[in-house]
DNA sequence: ACCGTTTTTTCAAGTAGTTGAGCATATCAT
DNA sequence: ATGATATGCTCAACTACTTGAAAAAACGGT
């Protein structure tokens, strides 16, 4: 039936007989200006051609174009989550978020070489005018440069777990490592445990939460209990879990806890104590933390500190929406605590 | 430093002392045309500007957007992958893909209520022009309407499995599953199973695969070795899993063996099957389909077709880029068969 | 019939670029 | 010196729409 372009306001106009101008405005809710007839063809002659707002030329005069750029690494289910809240804030704001992946989609725990492919996604978003943008503190780390662009144009930056103190530049949504950890600490010391293990990620300089976590929980450990921890973490590459899970198993005496700084960890435990033939809860107890969908589904179901991604998604959207709203002033820091609950 | 806005190709021109038509050109690369040194100049001033192309003019000008919209449900480890193969083959393109969700993101297995909250999220996508489309069946049934419009318009949908051939309006990628139910049937049969069980989904219209997987399968095996199948299905909500399980084991004879159409059922069998002590797999026999990343921490490890989404996404892209370039043409149902194969 | 309002509608100049056609100037053959 | 080409660059129209200002039409009062 229709030629092969979008219908445009000017057919409308043209339809309904009359001005672009008088078409534009009724279409956009100023009918009140207008007679009563004259709205009716207007609005009907629309219809009929199926005509539509067009962001694009909207984004371009106003320079709002209702998008938001979103950076994160590869899925894992707690960026799905906090994806999930961000969609949902967004959405019900007129408010579409773009999404663009940093890292190895290939495999899922390795996401080093993002660097400047990085680049190109932040670029790709930029390049489409975004109004704010949400990501990664590892991207905030390597993509410090683009920051600066996105400032000096005023474009709200949301980071996610990660303070930027020293420079004012971004919000900074973040888990509370200290009360968290505490919590862990508090819970593990009241079942008894002395010789407590800890188990930490890769610690590059793009996860300093990592870090943070890890020395909040031995901090906690050691105010409690007065004991030292002792801890491990992956190397570089991320690739020797096992072995690590396996040389804190195999330490004498064997510590009867350990807590791992995310799940991804706790499951080489579980691998390894399999291997070992080590019982868990029984012979050795295991924290995670980050509340991953697999943790429930492990035998037995793993104890993890649960980040409420969701509501960190929720956060974060609201708080670019906010910056939008008020588009304007230096952007001040502003770390939004995360009660996290203990599964 | 710079103001409050992007700096413009105008000011870039201004800066090298040109016109804006030279500046233009020289950025997209048409430099042969022009004196060397212009050339440099004008580089130059962009990049100590910070000049980026606009897309969103560049949109408006040619009709292309250089985004795809992608509507799936509410992640679970599936669509997360078929959405990595989506973005790797996109992002190779300079394309980007913007995703909305549709339906109850509060509660994973759960999205029924998306009707019109499915229009206003596809409105958005289309109010900002994307270039072509890809989505999940469910979308496809429920906004056929919309389908026609982009048809008219010529913008590329490509529907993951699912078939839409009685009116040639999309292209479709689908699980061939009559390969893959029949792959599973021969597994089962060859292992000597006779009395076999078949947990099928939720069977809504939209969920026409749930019903093509069961029948293809309820076919197989009464293929090969002359036996029926019996069967049965999650209510409407997809609430009443755990009782459906407990009832198909409670079932006397005891099935040997369950296939169910997706992962997600069989967690219920798993589940039911721990409650009334029945071992898998001494006492049972589950084979799921689709390959969440649950299945493999499941104890013991759930055997499962897989699906490889990740590669059923980078075809669906790769399917719209493709129509995007020769952009004309009635478009053609294109059926992809994916080789399913047994873990 | 004419003036002052009010209502309804249009003009024209933006938004940020792209692009076919054309105009100078320089180079070369005659 | 003249005409033909080639080189280097610019004009102006176009994309789809928005919006402040102004014009046209309608209406009321005298």
New binding site residues.
Partial sequence: MAGS?????????QAA????????????G?S????????QRVLEAARQLG????L???G????RTKMIGVMIPPFDSFWVDVLAGIHLVLAAADYLPITVWVGDCQEIPHFEKGDEQGLEQISRLLDRRVDGLILWPSFAVAYYGHFRELIARRVPVVVIDHEFSEDQIADSIETDEQRSTRAVAEHLTSLGHENIACFSSRETAWQAWAVRRRESFEKAIAEIKGVEVKSWRLNQWGSNGLEVAEEILGQNPRPSAIFTVTDHEALYVYEAAASLGIRIPEDVSVVGFADLDFAATLQPPLTTMRQRPKEIGRRAAQLVLDRLEVSSQPLALLAVDFFAKLL
Avoid at 5 to 13: E, F, I, Q
Avoid at 32 to 39: A, K, L, P, V
Avoid at 51 to 54: F, I
């Fill in positions: 372009t979008a219908p445009r306001l000017k057919d409308v106009a007989n009359v001005s672009m101008s008088a078409a534009s405005r009724i279409l956009r100023e009140d200006r207008f007679g009563e007839e004259t709205c005509w539509r707002r067009n694009l030329v909207n371009m005069q106003t320079g």
